[in-house]
């Protein structure tokens, strides 16, 4: 059972979008990270986060993030997260993720970021 | 005083039982939707801490996870069967060396959202208290 529904959109040969939809806790995180594992693989420019309807993420979720900046600083892809609410985003600043991470208001604002590294 | 208990084998999916318990004192003891928040994330860390690091996930041992509420406050106590824990030598999350790693961020993540926070039986059990209003 997973509490997190996550719906991949190629865009283009470039640019991959992965919409979260629910809870990322220590269970769901494990589906978060094959869907971001498979991303990363697909040798995209981009891949954006959609985070709109993600209702909460735990410690475990941020881990799968960040267990890719190396790789993804190594390659070249741009890690964007966007549409993320106020009560999710205070865990982000808690940890200091905030400072390091590229997170923006929304889709249109994550589309405008070139390469521009994960930290 | 009233108080609720529960013990879950240690299976991470599990977490689905806590965070159920979690919905269901909101329905009994008045919580804001903040404090409701911050209790539904140190509760499931610490408890995936116990399952995780604790009960290094094995299944036969099981996490003991007790609410005592007090008047405004309400006590959870978390408590493993696992080796225990030193938490005074915890390394810094946001520290830049620290920053990949896949864990060590659940003790910080709940110090923040926690009134206090203490450990007992050499790291096996954690406290966490929530003040209500």
Redesign the interface.
Same mark, same amino acid.
């Given at each position: 059972m997973s509490l997190i529904e996550i719906t991949v959109i190629v865009e283009s040969k470039d640019l991959i979008i992965l919409k979260l939809k629910g809870d990322i806790d220590a269970s769901s995180s494990i589906r978060l990270d094959k869907e971001l594992e498979a991303a990363v693989l697909g040798a995209y420019n981009r891949i954006l986060i959609d985070c709109t309807h993600l209702d909460y993420i735990s410690s475990a979720g941020l881990g799968v993030f960040m267990s890719y900046i190396h790789e993804l600083e190594e390659k070249k892809i741009t890690l964007i997260l966007f549409g993320i609410a106020e009560k999710v985003f205070e865990i982000f600043s808690i940890l200091g993720l905030s400072e390091i991470m590229n997170i923006v208001k929304d889709k249109q604002e994550a589309l405008n970021l070139k390469y521009i590294g994960n930290n | 005083m009233a108080e609720f208990n529960i013990q879950i084998p240690s299976i +991470? %999916?599990n !977490? $689905?039982v806590i %965070?159920s318990f979690i919905d269901n004192v909101k329905d009994k003891v008045h919580i804001t939707d903040d404090i409701y @928040?911050n209790i539904? !994330?140190s509760v #499931? %860390?610490s408890v #995936?801490n116990a +399952? =995780?690091h604790g009960n290094k996930e094995d299944s036969k041992k099981t996490v003991t996870l007790n609410l005592k509420v007090e008047g405004k406050n309400l006590h959870f106590s978390v408590e493993d069967q696992g080796e225990g824990f030193n938490h005074e030598i915890l390394p810094d999350? #946001?520290a830049p060396e620290n920053? %990949? =790693? #896949? /864990?060590g $961020? @659940?003790i910080? !993540?709940i110090k /923040?959202?926690c009134d206090d926070v203490s450990f007992e039986n050499e790291g096996r059990k954690v406290n966490l208290t929530f003040v209500t209003a």
């Open positions: - | +991470i %999916e !977490i $689905r %965070e @928040g539904m !994330i #499931t %860390e #995936t +399952i =995780k999350p #946001t920053l %990949e =790693k #896949t /864990s $961020r @659940g910080f !993540i /923040s959202l």
